[in-house]
């Protein structure tokens, strides 16, 4: 027969049931202990600092040969017998400094400190070079009141100078350029010819790295037509005219 909730006695028999897991559950509780582990490691010191030894920096500046040396970030100590090392057996002209103290390690022979006066440099104009500012100067070195030499306005009538292109040019990146312009253009012979009759190669010193040097030359040849006055404003537009 089955149990009629209405009933009184399956109510009771259903509470007996659940009654003995009511007091399992009220008879449970948590127990902490604090237990000792012993760890059994072998610990390894690595040196991140970046510092050398002694006869690490010793080795690492006779292989540098540096022209001139300074010494910093050390006890008085050992800048003393690093200096008397370096000075023996390195270069003759090292320096350590005090805290604060002011050193100037240009050479003597092609280094000089100017100013810039404020009258030559009213009228200069400066262009947009990457994060730089660049401009082309004509001056005159004079001395000023507190007899430091300076750069001073030219005198005279100013002089006519030759158009400076400051830049370097890659031709694998030119291609790309011209490539955009519609220009059908391809590597031959280390240079780039560009269309049918014009050609564009670089000259020179190819071991200096940088537009600084001034050892590289352009050079485009081809007959005198549309295409060569076209590739060449193109070749122009890749540097900064002063």
């Not at 030499?149 to 031709?171: E, M, R, Y």
């Amino acid at each position: 027969m089955a149990n009629n909730p209405s009933n009184p006695r399956s109510r009771i028999s259903n509470l007996a049931s659940i009654s003995p897991r009511l007091d399992t559950m009220k008879q449970s509780r948590k127990e902490t202990a604090l237990i000792p582990v012993q760890v059994r490691c072998l610990l390894v010191y690595m040196d991140f600092e970046g510092r050398s030894d002694g006869r690490s920096i010793k080795n690492i500046l006779s292989h540098v040969a540096p022209l001139k040396l300074v010494l910093v970030h050390g006890s008085a100590e050992a800048t003393d017998h690093l200096k008397q090392h370096c000075l023996k057996n390195v270069c003759p002209h090292v320096y350590a400094p005090q805290i604060e103290e002011t050193i100037d390690v240009t050479s003597d022979l092609c280094a000089y400190k100017v100013q810039l006066s404020e009258k030559l440099m009213s009228n200069v104009l400066f262009k947009k070079l990457g994060e730089y500012e660049i401009a082309w100067v004509d001056a005159e070195v004079g001395k000023t009141e507190n007899d430091m030499l300076s750069l001073l306005p030219i005198s005279g009538a100013p002089c006519l100078h030759k158009s400076v292109l400051v830049g370097d040019l890659k031709l694998a990146d030119f291609k790309q350029f011209l490539s955009t312009k519609g220009i059908p253009v391809e590597f031959a012979g280390g240079a780039l010819r560009c269309g049918e009759y014009v050609t564009v190669r670089k000259v020179g010193d190819a071991t200096q790295k940088g537009a600084g040097s001034g050892t590289q030359q352009i050079i485009i040849e081809g007959p005198l037509c549309e295409d060569y006055y076209k590739i060449r404003d193109y070749l122009y537009s890749q540097f900064y005219l002063l």
